[in-house]
């Protein structure tokens, strides 16, 4: 990255911190308290030791100037804890701040962004990406101010004593900075490629977890094993490569301390030899020199932090600045009215340049019917689905919900008039009445089983060991297809929204499960309008309206009948749907 990529990034890490801006400032508290404390022990301790060394004092007569030194000791521990405990309450706010940040702006951006991302990619940046900022907050950021604070606060009791050594110490503490800045540079390079690393590890090893039944059946899972091998010790190699600077920047700290330490006792040891210092003063600013280049060592320990949060800066400030399509101005919470009818007005669309997906398209959803949309593989019938439910917006031509321009409309108001049934319904882990009421959090039992009798659901339920308490597995595995799908109308006919959309939810399904879902997709299209992305015929059949699609434009539209006998696309997707069932070789010819 390069050196001004890199102090943007840090500016963003900076305007972050004000959620933990007093904690920080408490932290920075906390420590100059305890530097203070430290410098009270040093004169003690330097003072005790004189009066042993020079004047024989018996001990018991130096007990006294020792007994303060508990209080203080447990002070400095209590200190320490509580400098510790602060900055991470401020990193713990920031962290999930961020987080829920985060996960909105993915929310609003939609499916159409996350399905253009790697999951595991955007998984390690949720997660260990914004734990990378905890020791940022926690640790380095104040450490940063104390390594300033401190050793002013020292030089202001070593000068008065003892100016040479105080000349020594002021000379000493910038080399130690401008080598750790030289050391880092190389560092910020290698830690951006570190995280490179980790976040395509985890977006590979996420797509193989995935697919590590279609990898078992083709014999190539030890083939991506040496992959996940091969991957995972680049990231190794890529992390060493990190931690041999550390080490590097930690012995040269250490190297430098030692030096100005060492010289500062030399100069005190001559000194003392002449008489030209006192053992008290000479005592107290050695043992405060060794203080002195503390904080510089410390936030030479937690400078790795501030680079690996530059790199997870890269990451989180990439997803949070992508653009939510077409999100400008929809405010407008109209009343759309039941049922619903929707207009498509010469759409256009296109997910790159010269690549449409829409061009021109123009047809209408009849309030309280049901419209299939038909077409082969291409034709923008999924393009259709995501301007529907607000994954996209039109770019030429516009999309009319109630006469109302559903660019100008709220997305969260538009999605309450809208039931979703896809291919593939997912449930989550929970029970199965947590899954039915999942658009309808406070639904009671009774509208939760009178939604499931609707939808064909309500016997199979009961029949499971705990009825509608029984818990789901990731994606429902302990159920059907067809059990999933009822559980998903159910969900439908909870919400009971105006406008329902099915992504031929019926594709998957054995002959007599696929009836009674159409049968039930035939009580829930009563006083709504239901669009049906089709294709087998069942589905088809219930449409009051067909309408065809072709390369981004509707070639026809009309009746099953009409279509049939005119002899276009429709009657020929027909024929080869029919041939395919027949096990006839017409669909290879279509």
Same mark, same amino acid.
């Given at each position: ?10 500016a ?14 408490g ?8 530097a ?15 009066a ?6 018996? !001990?018991a ?6 007994? #303060?030194?508990?209080?203080i ?14 900055g ?52 380095? !950021? ?19 004593r ?11 503490a ?14 910020e ?12 590890m ?16 083709f ?13 995972s ?16 920047s ?11 330490i060492?010289?500062v006792?030399? +100069? ?7 008489g ?9 600013? +050695?043992? +405060? ?16 932090a501030?680079?690996?949060a530059?790199?997870?800066a ?16 929809a405010?407008?919470? #109209?009343? *759309?009215?039941?049922?619903?009818d ?6 256009h ?8 997906? *829409?061009r021109?398209?123009?047809f ?11 077409? #082969? ?12 439910l607000g994954?996209a ?6 999309v ?24 593939? #319904? ?13 658009g ?8 939760v ?6 939808a ?5 339920i ?5 009825g509608?308490d ?29 406008l ?23 009580r ?11 294709h087998?015929?069942?589905?088809v ?27 276009? +696309? ?10 395919a ?10």
């Amino acid at each position: 990255m390069s050196r001004r990529g890199s102090n943007r990034f840090e500016a963003w890490l900076a305007a972050e911190r004000a959620l933990a801006q007093p904690a920080v400032a408490g932290a920075i508290g906390l420590g100059t308290l305890a530097a203070l404390l430290l410098i009270v022990q040093a004169w003690l301790l330097a003072r005790t030791l004189a009066a042993a060394v020079l004047h024989k004092t018996p !001990l018991a007569l130096l007990l006294p100037s020792l007994w #303060p030194l508990v209080p203080i000791l447990a002070a400095r521990f209590a200190v320490a804890a509580a400098t510790e405990e602060v900055g991470m309450r401020g990193a713990v706010a920031i962290k999930e701040d961020l987080r829920g940040r985060i996960f909105r702006h993915l929310q609003r951006l939609g499916p159409m962004f996350l399905h253009a991302r790697h999951s595991g990619e955007l998984a390690t940046t949720v997660i260990d990406g914004v734990e990378a900022l905890e020791s940022y907050y926690a640790r380095y !950021l104040p450490q940063k101010a104390l390594a300033v604070s401190v050793p002013v606060a020292i030089l202001a009791f070593v000068v008065p004593r003892d100016w040479v050594s105080g000349l020594v110490l002021v000379v000493s503490a910038p080399l130690i900075v401008v080598f750790m800045i030289l050391v880092g540079t190389g560092a910020e390079r290698r830690n951006q490629r570190q995280w490179r690393e980790l976040a395509r590890m985890g977006a590979h090893f996420l797509d193989v977890l995935q697919g590590l039944t279609t990898l078992k059946l083709f014999g190539a899972s030890r083939r991506e094993a040496h992959i996940i091998a091969r991957v995972s010790d680049d990231y190794r190699r890529s992390t060493m490569s990190v931690l041999r600077i550390a080490f590097l920047s930690s012995v040269v700290l250490e190297f430098f301390s030692a030096v100005g330490i060492a010289l500062v006792a030399v +100069l005190i040891g001559f000194r003392l030899l002449q008489g030209h210092l006192g053992l008290e003063a000479g005592l107290f600013v +050695l043992l +405060l020199a060794a203080e002195y280049f503390a904080p510089l060592r410390s936030l030479g320990t937690h400078y790795h932090a501030r680079m690996e949060a530059i790199a997870a800066a890269e990451r989180i400030v990439d997803v949070l600045d992508a653009k939510v399509a077409g999100s400008a101005g929809a405010v407008a919470r #109209p009343v *759309l009215g039941r049922p619903l009818d929707l207009r498509f007005d010469d759409v256009h669309f296109a997910y790159e340049p010269g690549r449409e997906a *829409l061009r021109g398209a123009t047809f209408t959803l009849e309030a309280g019917r049901v419209t299939a949309l038909v077409g #082969p593989s291409g034709a923008g019938k999924s393009t259709v689905l995501n301007l529907l439910l607000g994954f996209a917006r039109a770019q030429r031509g516009c999309v009319y919900a109630g006469g109302h321009d559903l660019a100008g409309v709220d997305p969260a108001h538009w999605l309450t008039h809208v039931a979703w049934l896809p291919q593939r #319904p997912h449930l989550f882990e929970g029970s199965i009445l947590d899954n039915i009421r999942l658009g309808v959090s406070g639904a009671s039992i009774g509208a939760v089983r009178a939604a499931a009798r609707d939808a064909d659901a309500d016997e199979f339920i009961l029949r499971l060991p705990q009825g509608y308490d029984t818990p789901l597995g990731e994606r429902g595995q302990n159920l059907s297809g067809g059990q999933v799908q009822r559980i998903a109308l159910a969900r439908a006919f909870l919400k009971d929204a105006p406008l329902v959309v099915m992504d031929e939810a019926t594709a998957s399904l054995d002959p007599e499960t696929e009836a009674r879902v159409v049968a039930a997709l035939r009580r829930l299209a009563r006083g709504r309008t239901l669009l049906i992305v089709a294709h087998r015929r069942r589905s088809v059949r219930m449409a009051d309206r067909i309408v065809v699609l072709d390369a981004g434009r509707v070639v026809e539209q009309g009746t099953h009948e009409a279509l049939a006998r005119a002899g276009g +696309l429709y009657a020929r997707l027909v024929h080869a749907h029919d041939a395919a069932q027949d096990g006839s070789p017409a669909l290879r010819a279509h």
